[in-house]
C-alpha cells in the first residue's frame, strides 16, 4: 500500500488502512504491478502531486500492469497515458474486473508495449 502520508489513509468507511510506502519514498520501480485505488474525495489533490504522476507515467513505461478504479481517470490523464491505454491497463470495476487484472499479472509485463514507450519510438 502507497498512501499520500506517511502511515496511510482513513478509508471511507473510517478504517485505517496502514501504509508500506508514501508516494514519493515507493517508486514504482518497486512494484511488480499497480492498482489505483483512489476517491473522488481524494483525486483532485493526488493529481496535483508531481510524484503520483510520475509514479504512474513510470509503471507504464516499465511495462506493468496498471489496475484503476473510476476515479482515477484524472491521474491516468495526469500521467499522459489516458490516450495510449492498452490491454495491460485494466478497469477495476464491474464484473471480473479485479479477477481479470489479478490473471493477467502472472504475465508479469506487458511486453507489447514495449515499442511504444522506448525513447525515440513513440508513434
Known amino acids: 500500500m502507497i498512501a499520500p502520508k506517511v502511515g496511510g ?3 471511507s468507511d473510517r478504517t485505517w488502512i496502514a501504509a508500506q510506502y508514501m508516494i514519493d519514498g ?3 520501480v518497486l512494484f511488480d504491478a ?3 485505488l483512489t476517491s473522488a ?3 483532485d489533490d493526488l493529481v ?3 510524484m503520483a504522476r510520475d509514479f504512474v507515467a513510470d509503471a507504464f513505461q516499465h511495462c506493468k500492469f ?3 478504479d473510476n476515479s482515477s481517470t484524472p491521474l491516468l490523464e495526469k500521467a499522459g497515458i489516458a490516450d495510449a491505454l492498452d490491454e495491460g ?3 477495476l470495476a464491474g464484473e471480473g474486473g ?3 487484472f489479478i490473471a493477467e499479472l502472472g504475465k508479469l509485463r506487458v511486453w507489447g508495449r514495449e515499442p511504444s514507450v522506448k525513447f525515440g519510438t513513440a508513434s
Do not use: C, F, M
Open 26 to 28: 515507493g517508486p514504482s
Open 89 to 91: 491497463v485494466l478497469a
Open 9 to 11: 489513509v482513513t478509508a
Open 66 to 68: 496498471i489496475g484503476y
Open 48 to 50: 496535483k502531486e508531481a
Open 41 to 43: 474525495d481524494a483525486i
Open 34 to 36: 499497480v492498482a489505483l
Open 98 to 100: 479485479l479477477s481479470g
